[in-house]
Nanobody
Framework: QVQLVESGGGLVQAGGSLRLSCAAS????????MGWFRQAPGKEREFVAS????????YYADSVKGRFTISRDNAKNTVYLQMNSLKPEDTAVYYC??????????????????WGQGTQVTVSS
């Protein structure tokens, strides 16, 4: 089992920044990759970014490229999502997720098997 706890959400004005954290515990060594997803009201959950624990390779959704940065601290078993130049359309509940080594993909819900409870990000215009 892997437990994931997100933090760092909140209310910010457009153009501002927030940093989300995801603390992982349990059998984290069994996970290959961590991801961030988000779900806005009335919309399906969508992929935001992912990073591999080993090597740190990253992948981003086009909608956040150049504005968001995913990083990890292996010693702390923590993944971060630095969000800059926030827009009202970034408003959503943000979820952290963990993917096993057996998963070939990086950007769909089915690629991940452990999820956090989510943290709300609200960007006002």
């Amino acid at each position: 089992q892997v437990q994931l706890v997100e933090s760092g959400g909140g209310l910010v004005q457009a153009g501002g920044s927030l940093r989300l954290s995801c603390a992982a515990s349990g059998r984290t060594f069994s996970r290959d990759r961590m991801g961030w997803f988000r779900q806005a009201p009335g919309k399906e959950r969508e992929f935001v970014a992912s990073i591999r624990w080993s090597g740190g390779s990253t992948y981003y959704a086009d909608s956040v490229k150049g504005r968001f940065t995913i990083s990890r601290d292996n010693a702390k078993n923590t993944v971060y999502l630095q969000m800059n130049s926030l827009k009202p359309e970034d408003t959503a509940v943000y979820y952290c997720a963990a993917a096993p080594y057996s998963t070939p993909g990086v950007a769909t819900d089915d690629d991940y098997d452990f999820w956090g409870q989510g943290t709300q990000v609200t960007v006002s215009s």
